[in-house]
């Protein structure tokens, strides 16, 4: 048999899905894989339901359903602040990483070259490096993963074309500023870059942060594409509806690229994302005040049975460094071992750092907790961390 794609070469199980499956021959708690497991708002089902029996069954336009466009666009303006101003400037796709698949297919050719900052989100990495675009790695610095704008500058040279933010990110909780944002802007514009911004938790921030968008900065819409999603806000994972805003060329041409992949979004599941948009606002306040219990639960957790924790400033997600436990436990040389003593010990899953940097070793001494569980389930996970090591 002939071979298959050299792209194929090298894909493996991600270590998030192996985690998942390590779990299931323990009956532990995942706070590996980022589900949220807390239950899709009731309007957003009842709306689905409704469309499904109304027959909303046939293929919508490839960019989405009018309804969910439009509204779409006036949150782009009214919470991102981005200047966006119809609606074909909006693409509705099949989860956020459909849209990311069909930015990088308009933006990228193969040999291009991407500005990537670590830690990182694997399945960002593992995409570019499938359709064979180079990565230039930026490592940032904790504990507030600042970055460091002059390594990104001698990054860049005459292969790059685009620079990747994820804000809030996964797996660290960083929360670009404006003052982060403005200074990546001004090297966008110097050296005529693109800008790909994944923005999915925006909506989940500590400690009186607001959530910056780059497009929403003088002169950076018209090279920025800004993709986010519901299934992090909504806790609606499985529905795979997510959406990306940018300059009209751009959007058209990912909306074609996007047809040929997907075809459309599931329309009867877009009728009911609509009505998302339809909620009153104190969803999110109640949101926040959830996710900052269960960050505070997490991260004192950590803390008391010995972890180095950066406390998250965005997103349902902690990085933090087990390297303090080798003292007092066995089983923690690094982060591929921690990861298997915690599902022993505590029957807890977690993700190991390596997951998120290029060379492993910058990972060894780290492990990622999702803390997006229902209340009672994240109780029990910390109860047991603690029996085990406390």
Known sequence: MRPLADRTEGLVQSNIRAVTLLLKNTGGINLGQGICDMPTPEPIRRAAKRAIDENESVYSYYGGIDPLRDAVLRKANEYNRIPASSADEVMVSVGSTGAFV?????????????????????????????????????RTIPPLWDIPFDEVARAIGPATKAVLVNTPGNPHGKVWTENDLGRLNDLLTEHDLFAITD????????????????????GAYERTVTISGFSKTYNM?????????????????????????????????????AEAFKMDSDYFTALGAMYDEKRTMMCTTLEKIGFSVPWPQGSYYVLADFS????????????????????ERARVGTVPGRSFYKDPADGRDLLRFCFAKELPVLEKACRQLRDAFA
């Open 237 to 273: 994972t499985g529905w795979r509806i997510g959406y990306a805003v940018g300059p009209e060329a751009i959007i058209s041409r990912m909306g074609l690229l996007s047809d040929l992949i997907y075809i459309c979004a599931p329309t009867p599941l877009q009728h009911g994302v």
């Open 324 to 343: 303090p436990l080798r003292e007092r436990f066995d089983g923690f040389s690094d982060d591929a071992e921690a990861c298997r003593t915690l599902v």
């Open 102 to 138: 069909a930015t990088i297919l308009a933006l990228l050719n193969p040999g291009d070259e991407v500005v990537v900052f670590e830690p990182f989100y694997g399945y960002h990495v593992n995409l570019l490096e499938a359709l064979g675009i180079r990565l230039r790695h930026i």
């Open 199 to 218: 923005e999915i938790y925006e909506y989940m921030l500590y400690d009186g942060r607001s959530h910056v968008s780059l497009a929403s900065l003088p």
